[in-house]
């Protein structure tokens, strides 16, 4: 396996030079299902972390019905980032579930909002499971077991009646087996998908008819994208908040996917790991078939600073060429950048 097997996806520019690169695999569905664009290889499985989420909340959502709606269902299906009012619904979450936060199967972290783990910090504070960052998938999969009259205390084992009609959900929507199964940060299962059947699953959320549970996921995260990620910056939410209606969801290592109201769905995958490029790999991608994206254009570059001001920006390149037809040669490499 070698690096040329994946496309350029972006660059790192800093006054003129090229000083990094981005590579990886892009997909784009048409609203019909089939490929409209792909660049990299993208039927070679990846493990979409917590760009899995919105699936696993379904799973939860069907488990557990009016359990989970709104705020709580929005939190479910993301990586919030321990702001006190994700806090707040966490809690309410396993109050009413009839539990308390020693039931949550997550590890203990700071919360990534800086603003509040500074203020627990002065405040002589310590890490703790709730304000970890799936600690609302977490206490979703909780409500889940608890309504359906399942056991809590082995909830994230894979062979969990839960955690089996999860893995059932995501093979559904993504039109395709399972290719790995792993665990993810978390402590909760995780399941390899190729980034064609990631894309698949978001298209089903967002073109599923309206009431049904994949409807009500997309709804709750698109009504409410603070608590998909935050209040301060969190890519996600400034995605939704730039483009109504999207649905966006990333995960660690460089994984994120993106559907548009009108099916248009996208799976990005950087394979450094890096998400920097993402969104603006995925915005790149939707423009290139048509869909209108222009309300979202501060996010399709990420400045480089010099002294604190621009001197540059992380732009996406999108290298559609087929892998096959790229060569295994290292590509000359101009260091100022191509026109």
């Not at 990299?40 to 709606?69: F, Y």
């Not at 990333?250 to 394979?271: M, R, S, Y």
Request: some cysteine; proline content about 7%; aromatic content about 4%.
């Amino acid at each position: 396996m070698t690096i040329f097997r994946y496309a350029e996806l972006a660059r790192v520019v800093r006054n003129g030079f090229v000083e990094s690169r981005h590579y990886g695999s892009v997909v784009v569905l048409a609203p019909d299902g089939t490929v409209a664009l792909a660049a990299g290889v993208p039927d070679e499985p990846v493990l979409p972390r917590s760009t899995l989420k919105p699936v696993q909340a379904l799973a939860c959502r069907i488990a557990a019905g009016d359990e989970l709606t709104g705020p709580a269902l929005a939190l479910a299906a993301g990586s919030h980032t321990g702001d006190d009012r994700h806090v707040e619904v966490v809690r309410t979450m396993l109050t009413g579930a009839g539990l308390t936060e020693d039931a949550l199967g997550c590890p203990v972290d700071w919360p990534e909002d800086e603003p509040t783990r500074d203020r627990l910090i002065r405040a002589g504070g310590q890490r703790d499971r709730i304000r970890m960052n799936c600690s609302g998938k977490h206490a979703a999969m909780l409500v889940a077991c608890v309504a359906r009259s399942w056991s809590t205390h082995d909830y994230l084992d894979p062979d969990h009646p839960l955690q089996r009609e999860t893995a059932a959900a995501v093979a559904r929507l993504a039109g395709t087996p399972i290719a790995h199964h792993a665990v993810d940060g978390c402590g909760a299962p995780l399941f390899g998908l190729s980034l064609t059947g990631l894309a698949r699953t978001f298209q089903a959320l967002v073109t599923a008819p309206a009431g049904s549970d994949e409807a009500l996921v997309a709804q709750a995260m698109r009504q409410h994208p603070e608590y998909v990620g935050g209040w301060n910056g969190h890519p996600n939410t400034n995605l939704m908040r730039a483009l109504p209606g999207v649905l966006a969801k990333g995960g660690a290592e460089g994984v994120l996917a993106v559907a548009a109201p009108d099916g248009h769905a996208v799976a990005v995958k950087a394979i450094d790991g890096s998400p920097r490029a993402t969104t603006a790999i995925a915005l790149a991608a939707l423009d290139a078939v048509g869909v209108p994206v222009g309300g979202a254009d501060a996010l399709r570059q990420v400045p480089v600073l010099g002294g604190g001001v621009p001197v540059g920006a992380v732009t996406a390149v999108i290298d559609w060429t087929p892998a096959s037809s790229r060569t295994e040669a290292a590509s000359p490499r101009t260091e100022k950048e191509e026109s």
